[in-house]
């Protein structure tokens, strides 16, 4: 009786032994399954053309989709031609000789003379 229930506590152990590493295998394919960056990585890596085309289409039409309609651009000449931007360049290198002028003329107009210099009492 007692070989026969040795025979059964081993026949139990193999079968325990081999369930554990069937439920590992199990365990590790199903990880696998779970990681989904790693499996993208993969993916990416075994095939950079097709995720690139992917991409590039999917790039396109979401900016198609997306896309705000263009406001309406009335036709009418440009706004500045050659003369205007020269009279402005013009002006700009003149300007401070202009301010400088100014300046002196409205001294000359508005200052009393006499009383831009300080008195010492």
Do not use: H
């Not at 369930?19 to 990585?41: M, N, Q, W, Y």
């Not at 705000?68 to 036709?75: A, H, K, L, T």
């Amino acid at each position: 009786m007692a070989s026969q229930s040795q025979g059964q506590t081993d026949a139990l152990s193999a079968r325990l032994a081999a369930s554990r590493a069937s439920l590992g295998s199990e365990f590790a394919t199903l990880r696998r399954t779970l990681d989904v960056p790693a499996r993208i990585k993969d993916s990416v890596l075994s095939k950079p053309l097709v995720w690139f085309g992917g991409s590039l289409g999917v790039g396109l039409l979401a900016s198609m989709l997306l896309k705000r309609p263009r406001p309406v651009v009335r036709e009418s000449k440009p706004s500045r031609s050659l003369w205007k931007l020269a009279l402005g360049g013009a002006f700009a290198l003149a300007r401070p000789a202009l301010q400088t002028w100014a300046m002196r003329e409205f001294g000359k107009r508005f200052v009393i003379p006499g009383n831009d210099t300080v008195r010492d009492s």
